[in-house]
């Protein structure tokens, strides 16, 4: 599988707030946070931050959002609902982060992940990251517990 990185646009944004997810994973649809919603839908924030992910036939399939704090790239991803759990993460995971890399040159890579999300920690951990820290985080109208993980880009 090919990935194509561009920067996202108001078509793919848009496209990504309507994602529905299934079963506990719905707690990723952007309905459910307005403040992550509301910043993939403003476009003054996807300047060199926000990329749209497609496949060969140029179809949306996810996206990833790279943040860039000193010699560190914070990395938030998602793939699209149908996609889900059917072996892509990996390859997705490893193609996000090759663009970051040379994008960005980090020095290290570092995303969270809420504690539940198994399958998506079972695919970070093969993908070298490493447990950093667990902390609560106040999202979703409630309070959630993530993991914190690392990885030398």
Same mark, same amino acid.
């Given at each position: !599988?090919?990935? $194509?990185?561009?920067? !996202?646009?108001?078509?793919?944004?848009?496209?990504?707030?309507?994602?529905?997810?299934?079963? #506990?994973?719905?707690?990723?649809?952007?309905?459910?946070?307005?403040?992550? /919603? +509301? +910043?993939?839908? @403003?476009p003054g924030s996807w300047n060199d931050?926000?990329?749209?992910?497609? @496949?060969?036939?140029?179809?949306?399939?996810?996206?990833?959002?790279?943040?860039?704090?000193?010699?560190?790239?914070?990395? $938030?991803?998602?793939? /699209?609902?149908?996609? *889900?759990? /059917?072996?892509?993460?990996?390859?997705?995971?490893?193609?996000?982060?090759?663009?970051?890399?040379?994008?960005?040159?980090?020095? *290290?890579?570092?995303?969270?992940?809420? *504690?539940?999300? /198994?399958?998506? #920690?079972?695919?970070?951990?093969?993908? $070298?990251?490493?447990?950093?820290?667990?902390?609560?985080?106040? *999202?979703?109208? $409630?309070?959630?517990?993530f993991l914190r993980m690392a990885r030398?880009?």
């Amino acid at each position: !599988m090919k990935f $194509g990185f561009q920067p !996202m646009h108001e078509d793919h944004a848009h496209a990504i707030a309507s994602w529905h997810y299934e079963g #506990i994973d719905a707690f990723y649809d952007m309905e459910n946070d307005a403040e992550d /919603r +509301e +910043e993939l839908l @403003d476009p003054g924030s996807w300047n060199d931050h926000y990329y749209a992910v497609t @496949d060969e036939k140029g179809d949306l399939i996810g996206f990833f959002c790279f943040e860039r704090e000193k010699e560190v790239v914070v990395i $938030g991803l998602g793939l /699209r609902p149908d996609l *889900t759990g /059917r072996g892509w993460g990996q390859a997705f995971l490893e193609a996000g982060l090759e663009f970051a890399r040379e994008k960005y040159r980090p020095v *290290t890579f570092m995303l969270s992940v809420a *504690t539940f999300n /198994r399958r998506a #920690i079972n695919v970070y951990r093969k993908a $070298g990251f490493e447990d950093a820290e667990i902390f609560v985080n106040e *999202t979703n109208g $409630g309070q959630y517990e993530f993991l914190r993980m690392a990885r030398e880009a």
